[in-house]
């Protein structure tokens, strides 16, 4: 009965969504007076339904009802409840509820509290997510039902992807789903006032909160997983430049370009063309995404579907809504002006070089991200990694950073270069010293150096705003610039650190062997047969000892799961403030030894506290 009163929400739901739809759609016409009072309670009541309907889901998950498909086929009943519950988004139908649920929760709250806007131009906003919404309920309910009923209940379930089975994981899709979810009402935001011409500052402001909060959900996702990569799958990355991690760093590049258009129009009323076509463009990479993930194209521990037909249905709702928002931008780009002109040397010119940046390094990975794609489409296979987005990313990066470091200390409107050149000529000072002390003390490659060069610089320059200011009168909003620009320089000395200096070693070692590595002594002690709730392993006991330091026991993890049947690795990581010891233990040889495989990583810490700060900012 359970899934049963899921499913029945979700028809109700999409009802509620093609109200909301004709509602909002015909009072932009005049004629809609008896339908518009219901769109706001139909986004509400929709939200409330797609909430029930996930909620049974859980409940289903977390009572194991073996006679739902999805159910059967991602869990199992010896399953720790906390990856019970996070198995009903770890699969394809299940996430797809999810996103349905925040997507309409989000229009649920616009519906409820924003008033700020001309009502029309809110009817307009929530047509446009009603629209939206409607495909994705469509999506589900045709070709993704969650609630689906297996003829007969399976006796136990296969279980979820023991990769998956993290707290971690638990916590990872739902955030970067946040984020997705948010760039779809800046998305509606933006529709709504090409509809109805109120591109203006209040709009700005408005819609703002919306892309923050989508933005902090990515950055807080993408900085989970990164670190997820990092410890679970034990290759000792960060980030690999896989096309699903590439599929959450596309709508965040875009989302960081709107967030700071969008600011400038709020507060200075320019870049008002730039700003709806970024709300476009931002959630056209959540749908990139969202097809990469879910059409079947990929291989990756990231996807989930492998059934090609939904891959087309979602292609088809990226062409009607991305097609139709640049069919309206195009009808409307005459009618929506620049706002009030500003010089190239101003914040606002700062601003605008840095969102061309970003937008050129999107361009990049998007490229890179479906090259390979296309090629194999011709029985070509084509490999693009590092050795193309490194570099060629780069070369927008830089220039992105060191524009960030000026930006800030220039004023709105028309500045002049004069009147800030003895910071700038401090701050390249900086580098300068840094780039020679490198040089003398080090050997490491190009885009570690200038990584390093760029990092201190930034850290520098990012508190610059707050000279010669009472710090408790200045607004949040310079601080939180301050923070996220500080978070960057900590993320990018992280990076380069690590890239720069990391160690690492492979040996078979004895019982009671000590093998060294950058001033550490590690010794394997012994391996013992440990036990969880679905799984067995083999555990290696390590003592890590730095010079004369305390011993420290790390503990990795060779385990076989049940259900289903895999073997992962869990490494292990020794914390210190300059760095982490990372250990994984492989197999047995023929001879008794143990593969052991270890890391000394300089500050890769860096790269996650840089990116919570980020996200703080």
Known sequence: MIPELGLAALWLAAALAALQLIGGALAQRG????????????????????????????????????????????????????????????????????????????????????????????????????FVALGFYAFLLLSSNPFERLPVPALEGSGLNPLLQDIGL?????????????????????????????????????????????WVFLTTGITAGSYWAYYELGWGGWWFWDPVENASLMPWLAATALLHSASVLAA???????????????????????????????????????????????????????????????????????????????????????????????????FGTLYPLLTEAMDVRVSVGPPYFNPVGAVFTIPMLVVMMVGPLLRWRSDNIERIKLPIAKLVAIAVSIAVLIGV??????????????????????????????????????????????????????????????????AAVYPGQTEQIAGWNVTLERIDPVAGPNWTALEARLI?????????????????????????????????????????????NEDGRWQLRRWWKPFVTFIWYGGLLVALG
């Not at 730039?274 to 990231?302: D, E, K, Y």
């Not at 520098?460 to 939180?480: D, E, K, Q």
């Open 31 to 130: 004629a809609g007076s008896q339908l518009s009072p219901l769109v706001r309670p139909a986004a509400i009541v929709q939200g409330l339904l797609a909430l029930f309907a996930f909620g049974m889901l859980l409940w289903s998950f977390a009572v194991t009802d073996l006679s739902v498909k999805l159910v059967a086929t991602n869990s199992h009943s010896m399953k720790p409840l906390i990856f019970k519950l996070s198995g009903a988004w770890g699969n394809h139908e299940g996430s797809m509820l999810l996103w349905v649920t925040v997507m309409s929760l989000s229009g649920a709250l616009i519906g409820y509290a924003e008033r700020r806007l001309p009502e029309r131009t809110m009817q307009a906003t929530l047509a446009a997510q009603g």
């Open 170 to 214: 638990a916590f990872h899709p739902p955030t970067l789903y946040f984020g997705y979810v948010g760039l779809s009402v800046a998305f509606s935001f933006a529709v709504g006032a090409m509809i109805t011409r109120q591109v203006t500052p209040e709009f700005a402001r408005v819609m703002r909160p919306w892309v923050l909060a989508a």
């Open 268 to 366: 200075r009323d320019a870049l008002r063309a730039w700003t709806i076509m970024l709300g476009v463009v931002a959630f056209s990479m959540s749908m990139v995404g969202t097809f990469l993930v879910r059409s079947g194209i990929l291989t990756s521990v990231h996807a989930f579907a492998v059934d090609p037909e939904r891959g087309t249905f979602i292609l088809a709702l990226l062409a009607m809504y991305i097609g139709g928002a640049l069919l309206l931008f195009a009808l409307r780009a005459g009618s929506v002006s620049e706002g009030k002109r500003f010089a190239l040397m101003s914040r606002e010119g700062a601003l605008v070089f840095n969102n061309v940046m970003l937008s050129a390094i999107l361009g990049i990975v998007l």
């Open 441 to 506: 003390l080090a050997s490491i490659g190009v885009l570690p150096m200038l990584g390093l060069v760029i990092a201190i610089p930034l850290a520098i320059a990012s508190f610059l705003p707050l000279r010669g200011r009472r710090l408790l009168r200045v607004p949040i909003a310079t601080w939180g610039m301050v923070i996220a620009h500080f978070g960057v320089a900590v993320a990018l000395f992280g990076m380069a650190s690590e890239s720069a200096f990391t160690k690492e070693r492979l």
């Open 544 to 588: 890590a000892q730095r010079g004369e330091g305390d011993l420290e026991i790390v503990s990795p993890q060779a385990r076989n799961f049940w259900a289903p049947p895999q073997q992962t690795t869990e490494s292990a990581l020794l914390t210190k403030w300059d760095g982490q010891l990372y250990a994984v233990i492989g197999n047995q």
